[in-house]
């Protein structure tokens, strides 16, 4: 008895760990970031400038963007008809946290 007691304590604690905590933390970070820099142009992924270049991942590696540092590069120095985002309007920790949002949420 004590034995499950004390594996239900541990798998309580493995699954509300403060690590995963803080990786629902940044994925929400992501997202609202998205929302307020990115989804005007790109709403659910898509690309109101240029239909053909979605955030979707076929569109992505088509176009060899493939890793966060791919899609935070696109930020650093975009082409035609999107925004550029330098590191004092956007930050490299939000920048990551606005990349893997995009990896993560649109397949
Ligand atoms: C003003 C509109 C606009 C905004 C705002 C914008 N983009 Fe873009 N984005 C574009 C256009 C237009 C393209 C296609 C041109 C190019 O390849 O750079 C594009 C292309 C991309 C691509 C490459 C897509 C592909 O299939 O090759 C990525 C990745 C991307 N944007 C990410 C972002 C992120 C992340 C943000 C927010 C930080 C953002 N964009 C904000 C207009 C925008």
């Known amino acids: 008895m004590k034995r499950i007691i004390l594996a239900s304590v541990c798998t309580g604690l493995l699954f509300s760990s403060p690590l ?9 970070q992501g ?20 239909p053909e270049k979605t ?14 540092k791919d899609i ?3 930020m650093r120095s975009p082409g035609p008809g999107m925004t550029r985002f330098d590191k004092a309007t956007i930050p490299d920790k939000d920048a990551q946290k606005i990349a893997e ?3 993560n949420t649109f397949k």
């Open 20 to 28: 995963s905590a803080l990786a629902e933390k940044a994925a929400a």
């Open 55 to 68: 955030l979707h991942r076929k569109d992505l590696t088509e176009n060899k963007i493939t890793t966060a």
């Open 72 to 74: 935070i590069g696109k």
């Open 101 to 103: 949002y995009v990896l």
């Open 31 to 50: 997202k609202a970031l998205f929302e307020k820099h990115c989804a005007v142009c790109h709403p659910n992924g898509g690309n109101t400038i240029r």
